[in-house]
């Protein structure tokens, strides 16, 4: 009995030692987890970065850095740094400390060296059969099969000033914000380089979408803005909305900066990528084929990135894209997108964040460079519930209480994400630097620039571009003006100019009133009394709101110049979205500074009197449909950012009234004109402009359509560039107007051209046209004075007039050389048959 206590004391004690020892061993261990979480960001801009790999060396435990950057993984091996690789960056090692909980914040820098290498092995690209089952599955993954979508979108918006190098900072002005700079370390981080922000701004929306018609409306509920001369921030709110950062890649080619980029899942894919299947893992709940691509030809207008593919139903899941500098893009340094989308129940998918940047680089090598950072977030879709159509009139709405409520704990709720302590020292840095006085000097010179005028208090200066011109009947013309603007009134515009010629000695003037009478439908009505010269084929209904030509028309020698007196009543609304419909009354008085005469009475020429000025009344009747045309309002102006897809198509009819205000003619005008933009992809772009006119009566030809000729040595596209000043005058025409541009197409395969990232152009000018006998016989030989009238020429019957061009754009960035032929009217006089013309441009 003794003994079997005894084994039962030992075996009890051993048992206790061993529990002992097995919570040590637990305590240890459990002591010696190592947790590691953090972000990661680029060291160049400050962006997170997603779908990072993380990983202990020697080990296999691993994470994936999610859509924000924020990572986290934990071991219990006694490991003490961590790995971190992505493509297009540098690998990072980190050391970290064993057994405990700690926070790394990483930043990854650019590996501009590292070069894709094609490798090729037996048998087919894996890659290739999943590529195919995804535009096999386009249809049924793609958002733009469903009927409708709404959802709330939060947008944030930050532009920077970067690549700020010693000689930027050595610069005069930027010396005297040294106390800012100085502490701009600090919002670039540890590894990161320093910038200097400029906006930051956020804004809630509610966003909807319908198709058949397709049509989108974004309703903007709250804006917070904060940047270096921004006041207002009307017009600003408006862009800074979803609808502006939206890139959807089952199209197969995506509009970015005006160009057309290839996504990496087009129908044509192989023609344009390479392919590497790298990985199959989980992301989020989805089983996904990790693919890597790259551009065949480095200079194609496509993307670098990796794209993770769902196993299950071939479905785009995450993508990260990257368009680098050795694309045929100018003064851009990169492009990034980053997308996350999800599933609806309807079985596609839709994108639930976005971010994009894009890295402007510096124009020489004392400038800085810029970065513009964008970042959506959407969530609350409800799917396949349209609405009436009525409902998606205004594309962009902003809410009259959008930015009441601006206070940090209102907009804590609106957030989607918190910010992050950077940009909340962005907010603050912001702040400092618009109480800088050289900054708001600067800023005010940039506002008119870009605007063409200068505000001061209810009252805008300007337009500068008008402001002074040299030609040869006025000499030096000078002509200040203003307008009112928003302060004035929301619902007036008054405005003024004052000119005088210092040759011809005579005052010109024009004066406004106009009423924005709705700004929902934008309903509009102007009163306008002006006294001017200009040329004949040169005024508002033929130049539409291109002030630039109009400006530039002052200058140089008028060959056929006019004094005018005008009256003008002009109504314009907005009946249906894209629908404007316009009706105007003109008066204009005509007194040439040329020989010009003309018989009164063109029916009985025996009997008539030969006059040189005249005086007509107008109505005119205006309708144009654009049908995807997008336009913000800005302060009391109204802003077209242009079509997508579709044409501009304008009809304008306009009878002159005989006997109103002494109006000497009848007659009816009928002129019809399209414009486009056309994508032929790998070809380039090109813009088409068609516009035909009849004028129905006998008139002096003035009042008929003169088409624009330029005998200068610089091209332009508004003008027949091999046709002479005043050759052709037609009452009934037809033209074609067409301006391609090839991109990088063909220059981009010659090794030798591709470094200079030169750029074919083509243009072709088609115009048939005829004059009638009576208006060529109204027309007087000689003026009252008998000195010669000037002669004019026209159009055979069926015999267009055409020139064809071939040239270069993209010469040093700025430059392009257009070679044009003259095709026909070859035997008339003084003529060119050939030119080598140039221009100055800014494209990216």
């Known amino acids: ?47 997170p970065i997603p779908y990072v790999n993380v990983i202990f ?71 290739f059969e999943v590529l195919r089952n995804v535009v096999r599955n386009k249809k049924d993954n793609d958002k733009r099969k469903l009927t409708a979508y709404e959802y709330d979108t939060y947008t944030k918006i930050e532009i920077d000033v970067d690549n700020l190098s010693d000689k930027f900072r050595q610069r005069r002005v930027v010396q005297k914000i040294t106390q800012v700079l100085d502490s701009i370390e600090r919002i670039a981080g540890e590894d990161g380089k320093p910038i200097l922000p400029l906006l930051i701004t956020e804004s809630v929306s509610k966003v909807y979408y319908r198709d058949n018609p397709s049509l989108k409306y974004e309703n903007i509920l709250r804006s917070k803005i904060n940047g270096v001369g921004v006041e207002d921030g009307t017009t600003v709110t408006q862009l800074v909305g979803s609808s502006f950062q939206e890139y959807n890649f089952y199209q197969n080619w995506l509009n970015i900066l005006s160009k057309d980029f290839v996504s990496p899942i087009a129908d044509g894919w192989r ?28 200079q194609d207008l496509a993307f670098t990135g990796s794209m993770w593919i769902t196993k299950a139903n071939y479905a785009l899941k995450q993508i990260d894209v990257s368009i680098g500098k050795q694309a045929n893009l100018n003064f851009i340094e990169k492009i990034k997108i980053q997308q996350e989308l999800e599933p609806t129940p309807e079985g596609a998918w839709l994108p639930v964040k976005n971010r994009v940047l894009i890295d402007v680089s510096e124009v020489t090598g004392t400038s800085a460079g810029m970065l513009a950072k964008f970042y959506t977030s959407n969530k609350n879709f409800i799917i396949n519930k349209p609405r009436q159509p009525s409902f998606y009139e205004s594309p962009i709405i902003m809410a009259e209480d959008a930015r009441i409520n601006e206070d940090e704990n209102s907009w804590d709720t609106l957030r989607h994400e918190p910010l992050t302590q950077t940009e909340k020292n962005v907010y603050k840095m912001i702040d400092t630097l618009q109480n800088i006085p050289v900054v708001k000097t600067y800023t005010d010179i940039i506002k008119i620039l870009i605007g063409g005028y200068h505000a001061v208090g209810k009252f805008d ?9 040299i030609n040869n009947i ?38 406004f009133v106009q009423n924005i009478m709705s700004r929902k439908k934008w309903t509009t009505l102007t009163v306008r009394a002006r006294s001017d010269i200009t040329r004949v084929g040169i005024d508002d209904e033929s130049a539409g709101d291109n002030f630039l030509l109009l400006a530039s028309q002052r200058f140089g020698v008028f060959r056929r110049g006019y004094y005018f007196n005008e009256g003008r009543i002009d109504f314009k609304r907005e009946l249906f979205k894209g629908f404007t419909q316009r009706v105007a009354f003109k008066y204009l008085t005509f007194e040439p500074t040329f020989n010009f005469a003309y018989y009164d009475q063109p029916d009985d020429l025996p009997n008539s009197a030969i006059r040189e000025n005249f005086e007509t009344a107008e109505l005119i009747f205006e309708s144009r449909y654009a049908r995807d045309e997008l336009f913000i309002q800005s302060d009391n102006e109204r802003l077209s950012l242009g079509t997508i897809r579709w044409p501009v198509i304008t009809i304008r009819y306009t009878r002159g009234l005989k006997g109103v205000l002494n109006s000497n003619f009848e007659y009816d005008k009928l002129r019809f004109s399209i414009s486009r933009r056309l994508r032929f992809g790998p070809l380039g772009a090109g813009y088409l402009n068609l516009t035909a006119e009849k004028v129905f009566g006998t008139l002096p030809y003035p009042l008929l359509s003169l088409h624009l000729g330029n005998q200068s040595p610089l091209y332009t596209s508004v003008t027949y560039n091999m046709m002479n000043y005043g050759e052709f005058i037609s009452d009934r025409f037809a033209s074609l107007q067409y301006d391609h541009h090839f991109e990088g197409f063909l220059l981009n395969k010659i090794p030798l051209m591709r470094k200079l990232k030169w750029r074919l152009v083509g243009t072709a000018n088609v115009i048939y046209g005829g004059l009638s006998q009576a208006n060529r016989d109204i027309i007087a030989p000689n003026t009252p004075d008998g000195e010669p009238t000037l002669t004019f020429g026209y159009f055979e019957p069926d015999r267009p007039y055409v020139e064809l061009g071939y040239g270069v754009e993209n010469i040093f960035k700025f430059f392009r050389v257009d070679f044009v032929h003259r095709l026909s009217y070859l035997n008339n006089p003084d003529i060119r048959t050939f030119a080598v013309l140039f221009s100055f441009q800014f494209t990216l």
Not at 96 to 103: A, D, E, H, L, R
Not at 272 to 291: K, N, T
Not at 475 to 484: M, S
Request: with cysteine; proline share 3%; glycine share 8%.
């Open 1 to 47: 009995m003794r003994v079997q206590n005894f084994w039962k004391k030992a075996l009890l004690s051993r048992y206790r030692s061993l529990l002992i020892i097995f919570c040590l061993t637990a305590t240890v261990c459990k002591a010696q987890e190592t947790i590691v979480k953090g972000k990661i960001t680029d060291a160049n801009s400050g962006d």
């Open 57 to 127: 060396q020697e080990t296999t435990v691993g994470a994936t850095s999610d859509f924000d950057g924020n990572y986290e993984l934990r071991t219990t091996s006694p490991t003490d740094s961590i790995v971190v690789s992505y493509i297009g960056y540098k690998v990072k090692k980190k050391a970290v400390t064993i057994g405990i909980s700690q926070v790394l914040n990483i930043q990854l820098e650019e590996d501009i060296t590292k070069l894709q290498e094609v490798v090729f092995m037996a048998g087919e690209n894996p890659a």
């Open 271 to 298: 023609l344009y990528y390479e392919y590497d299947l790298m990985d199959s893992l989980y992301v989020g709940d989805d089983y996904c084929y990790r693919l890597d691509f790259f551009p065949k030809s480095e």
């Open 461 to 469: 200066v300007g337009p500068y571009v008008s402001a002074l011109a």
């Open 474 to 511: 006025e000499g030096v013309r000078i002509q200040p003006g203003f307008r009112t603007n928003e302060k004035f009134s929301y619902k007036w515009v008054v405005g003024a100019q004052l000119g005088y010629g210092f040759k011809d000695e005579r005052i010109k003037y024009m004066a």
